[in-house]
């Protein structure tokens, strides 16, 4: 063989039987990505997670470019180069035969087997098996490997392994295996089929205490690694056992019979319902599924799963009849009975599927491994669409399966039956509740066909009340249909306030019901399932993580992902994006239902508090970390569980992804408590909503923590709040009530001796007064905060202040003094380590910087520096950042003369300031668009836009731009030779200027004043 690949134990590469080393870890698992998509192009950013996880290098693609290079290179023997990886557009593929690679060659020869009889399969398997020689991928360092691919590598494994091992007992070889069973146990000792297998092999060869004492093995081990007992099925098997069933003995297999090719073609597709909204997509995409398997020669096969009344037996009847031409030997449907206690047996349900083919009475097998023999050969060469409905397992469906040929096979199932994909090469489809219009749809259309119409909103409501499942809104619509059109406020009323799920149902029919759909589902779960899907039904929040999952139900983060994977896999519960999840909101309801019957309220109240204690250790530690200058409340005492698997999650990420669960949790916090999470949790938002300009629930959650905090009588939460709103009110230019509430919470602060809290305060009131004007002031606040951060060792908050008092010292016409302050800010923010530098705090100092060298007449450089703080705003999302920098931005280039460019970029700065009511930005835009319009020789637009902006700044009460706005307009007017106007604006802001301490302004009225050219107009920093 020219070249093989291995990756069934260390991974390894031959050519010509010469080992080619591959050391390098990256390199490795580069190739073994490759490897696993053999044939298929893999995309560079799935390569870079797989390759370097959660620790990618800021250039990945080049990085994965040049690692590319040198695994060709590594590959590469004398003149024989490395030629089999290919690069495509979107990524690199390995283009490698089958046979070169051992998991191909696996598949393959397991494919082989489980079409061929008995003594061939077992041969097969065998040979598959002898392939493995260990863990997969074992010496490749790849925890996103390991984690997402190297689990489903094992589980082909065993179940290739369980399939050869029962293809020996059919075979009679029970005392040949033992040893071999013993092996497979101990290298999977949580797989109960295994176990089971390992019993069978004992007592049929005469060792009944022995098979006992595997069980009791088998128990022991259940019990402590996961705290269960064996399921039912090995305990029958003891039982068995136990009174030497003769059922258990072992037969020689039965010949396959004679098939009776004359048995008529059997029809037993129930009723097409017709009306099927919104499947066309995936209707198409299982019929270009199945008509690929058939031109390729395999055995159509498509599991359709998902959640309990979504449609899924209404879409697998609905393709039977589709493609019933397709298949004129018959359309055979059975009811697995998957969500019952009961279910169909394959024994029994093989015997129906013989009998149908033709294969009746005494000729049918006494064995299911000797029925399914028989009803493969029955099949052979005859075109037969079988639906199963309502699959438990892959174990169910298995032996129902046809071999290569002229059949197919559609499974629906409420579990993912992952493994029909993985061993038998079936095409999964997850079926999701309808789209919004698509249930308008549905409804609209059962309405007219009834002869009467809703109102559109009804509808929409109506539709939104059952989740867009298909289930729910056709029992909305027999409701109506039957109660009539002028029911359907009443209606919508008792679902939205009253008992949604009872409201769901038919009345007198108890199999129509919402409740009685979702029950099986829930009954199946395990115990430790159904507790952590009652307690996610009892939490206020929309999505959750695995972490959540695991404060909620008190358990270690894997155990926690073990219990998200079962609910998953059963559809009760949805991934979304970005590692959260989510359940159906009529699942939601159920799930809360059954935590109010089997939950005392304590229990949920403990589970919250463990849940809402995590989003707060989070956000406390997030918000120290990203806005190291801010002041925050020590984080109270509360049962904070370690649970991530992973590094911390990183900001602004989080906060964005968390965003509706926090506000939804502060909100829970101050009606049920406990309350003292809901300001700290307002406190540890506030940075966050000051970036992003969400004024709306920034206030909300200020004012709801406020409330709770003088509930409770806590004076330092009562400060904290008091702070954030008044910092709110000076984003809003309401500096009266900023001012007004910041001197409350600085009193409050200096009856607590909190000197961490007074100087923040201190620092903040210090914008208000510069602000309005108050130079002095703002200069006496900035120097108190500056002594006591320095006392408290707080560097970041110096800086930071450093550079406030920089501002002032730039409006107060001491230009090289602020450069310098600002300059002396930058160099102690950037000599922390990359991780330890506050992204903000930097932006902000760039941009002060960038003001104070546009000041000294270097605006080239003042363009280098914005743009740079621009870079940062727009990683961390903080948009009022983002439209300060994009405003001195554009004066920037009005200074070198760029005037379409400025005036691009002043309209952006509009745009973002009118979007998160940023007012004092606004006018400040207004002021740099109206002096990039007179470059652009548009007077008239000039004029315009500086006269609005000083409406603005006048209405609200910002000077600062007032005596731009005052200063631009008296610009235009000297270009438009209006000397009298000019000189009439120029001594008002010059005016305005002086009163509000604004020499660096004032001297530019007076350039305005006098002869020669203005000098640039400057608006300093955020």
């Excluded at 017709?274 to 020669?297: K, Y």
């Excluded at 039977?320 to 018959?330: T, V």
């Excluded at 009746?360 to 199963?388: K, N």
């Excluded at 836009?945 to 000083?950: D, I, M, N, S, V």
Aim: charged share 20%.
């Amino acid at each position: 063989m020219e070249w093989d690949f291995a990756v069934l134990g260390t991974l390894r590469v031959t050519r010509h039987d010469r080992t080619i080393p591959v050391p390098a870890n990256r390199q490795r698992a580069l190739l073994a990505t490759l490897l696993l998509n053999r044939g298929e192009t893999v995309g560079v950013p799935t390569l870079v997670d797989r390759v370097w996880g959660t620790r990618a290098p800021a250039h990945a693609r080049a990085a994965l470019h040049s690692l590319v290079r040198r695994l060709r290179s590594t590959l590469t023997i004398e003149d024989h180069p490395g030629e089999l990886i290919a690069t495509r557009v979107s990524g690199y593929v390995l283009d490698l035969p089958p046979a070169a690679l051992d998991l191909s060659r696996f598949d393959t020869l397991v494919a082989a087997g489980l079409a061929a009889d008995p003594q061939r399969r077992a041969d097969l398997l065998r040979d598959a098996l002898a392939l493995w020689r260990g863990d997969p991928l074992a010496d490749v360092d790849s925890e996103v490997l390991h984690r997402e691919e190297v689990p489903a590598l094992t589980e082909r494994r065993a179940r290739a392994t369980e399939v050869f091992f029962d293809t020996e007992l059919t075979l009679g070889r029970h005392t040949e295996i033992v040893a071999e069973l013993r092996q497979a146990t101990r290298r999977s000792p949580l797989r109960e089929g295994l176990w089971a297998q390992l019993m069978l092999a004992l007592y049929r060869s005469g060792r009944q205490a022995e098979a006992l004492d595997a069980f009791h093995r088998l128990a022991a081990i259940l019990a402590e690694e996961l705290g269960v007992d064996p399921g039912p099925a090995v305990r029958q098997l003891r039982d068995g056992v136990l009174r030497a069933d003769p059922a258990l003995s072992w037969r020689p297999p039965a010949v396959p019979p004679t098939v009776t090719l004359a048995a008529p073609p059997m029809f037993q597709l129930p009723a097409d319902a017709g009306g099927l909204r919104g499947r066309a997509a995936t209707i198409a995409d299982i019929r270009r599924s199945i008509g690929a398997a058939v031109s390729g020669g395999r055995l159509p096969l498509v599991s359709i799963s998902g959640a309990p009344g979504v449609g899924k037996t209404a879409l697998a009847v609905h393709l039977g009849h589709q493609l019933a031409d397709d298949f004129p030997d018959g359309q055979w449907y059975v009811r697995l009975r998957g969500q019952q206690q009961d279910h169909a047996p394959p024994l029994d349900v093989l015997a129906e599927l013989l009998t149908y083919s033709g294969v009746r009475g005494a000729a049918q097998p006494a064995t299911a491994d000797a029925r399914a023999t028989a009803l493969r050969a029955a099949l052979a060469g005859r075109r037969i669409l079988i639906v199963l409905d309502d699959a438990a397992s892959a174990e169910q469906v298995e032996p129902l399966l046809p071999g290569a040929g002229g059949c197919a096979v559609i499974v629906t199932s409420r579990s993912t039956l992952g493994a029909l994909v993985a061993l038998h090469g079936g095409r999964a489809i997850g079926l999701d509740p309808l789209s919004p219009q698509d249930a308008v749809d549905l409804l609209t259309a059962v309405f007219q066909e009834h002869g009467f119409t809703v109102a559109p909103d009804v509808v929409r409501e109506l539709a939104a009340l059952c989740d867009n499942l298909p289930l729910a809104l056709r029992i909305v619509a027999a409701n109506l249909a039957t109660a009539g059109p002028t029911d359907a406020h009443a209606y919508v009323r008792r679902l939205r306030d009253g008992d949604r799920l009872g409201g769901l149902s038919v009345p007198g029919d108890p199999r129509v019901t919402l409740r009685a759909a979702i029950a099986p589902s829930y009954q199946r779960l395990g115990k430790a399932e159904r507790r952590a899907l009652r307690l996610l039904g009892s939490t206020p929040t929309d999505c959750f993580t695995v972490d959540d999952l695991a404060a909620l139900t008190d358990v270690d983060w894997p155990v926690a992902d073990a219990l998200l994977r079962t609910l998953t896999s059963s559809h009760l519960v949805r991934p979304t994006r970005g590692g959260r999840f989510a359940t159906h909101d009529l699942i939601r309801l159920y799930a809360a239902e059954q935590s109010h019957l089997e939950d005392t309220a304590d229990q949920r109240a403990e589970a919250l508090s463990r849940l809402f204690h995590g989003y707060l250790a989070t956000a406390d530690a997030l918000a120290r970390h990203s806005y190291p200058r801010m002041a925050f409340l020590p984080q109270p005492a509360g049962p904070v569980r370690r649970t991530a698997a992973a590094a911390p999650p990183e900001q602004p990420g989080w906060f964005r992804a968390e965003y509706a669960n926090l506000l939804a949790a502060i909100r829970h916090l101050a009606q049920y408590g406990p309350r003292e999470i809901a300001w700290h949790l307002a406190d540890r938002m506030r940075g966050y909503l000051q970036e992003t300009g969400a004024h709306g629930e920034w206030r909300s959650v200020a004012e709801l923590g406020l409330a709770q905090a003088h509930h409770e009588g806590d004076d330092a939460g009562v400060a904290a709040m008091q702070a954030s709103l008044a910092t709110l009110s000076a984003s809003r230019a309401d500096y009266a009530d900023a001012r007004r509430r910041f001197t409350t919470a600085l009193t409050i602060q200096l009856r607590l001796g909190n000197r961490v809290g007074q100087a923040s305060i201190l620092n903040n009131l210090g914008i208000v007064h510069r602000e309005e004007g108050q130079l002095t002031e703002a200069g006496e606040c900035y120097a108190q905060a500056l002594r006591l951060y320095r006392e408290l060792g707080n560097r970041y908050a110096e800086w930071s202040c450093l550079g406030n008092l920089g501002v002032v010292q730039l409006e107060l016409d001491q230009v090289p003094e602020a450069v310098r302050a600002q300059q002396a800010a930058l160099d102690g923010y950037t000599s922390l380590a990359v991780a330890e530098q506050p992204l903000n705090d930097i932006a902000n100092v760039l941009h002060n910087l960038a003001v104070g060298l546009r000041a000294l007449g270097r605006p080239s450089l003042a363009v280098l520096h914005l743009t740079r703080a621009l870079v940062i705003r727009r990683q961390v999302g903080n948009h009022y950042g983002a439209a300060t920098d994009l405003d001195q931005l554009a004066a920037a280039y009005v200074d070198l003369g760029y005037h379409a460019k400025a005036q691009r970029l002043a309209e952006e700065c509009l745009r973002i300031a009118r979007a998160i009511g940023r007012r004092r930005v606004e006018a400040e835009a207004l002021a740099t668009l109206g002096t990039a319009a007179l470059g652009l020789h548009d007077p008239a637009a000039a004029l315009d836009l500086l006269h609005q902006a000083l409406r603005l700044g006048r209405e609200i009460g910002y000077r600062r731009a007032e005596v731009n706005a005052h200063l631009g307009l008296a610009g235009a007017y000297r270009a438009a030779d209006r000397h009298q106007e000019a000189a009439s604006h120029a001594r008002m802001g010059e005016q305005l200027a002086h009163a509000a301490q604004h020499h660096l302004l004032a001297r530019q009225a007076r350039a305005l004043r006098g002869p020669g050219e203005p000098e640039a107009l400057l608006r300093t920093a955020c």
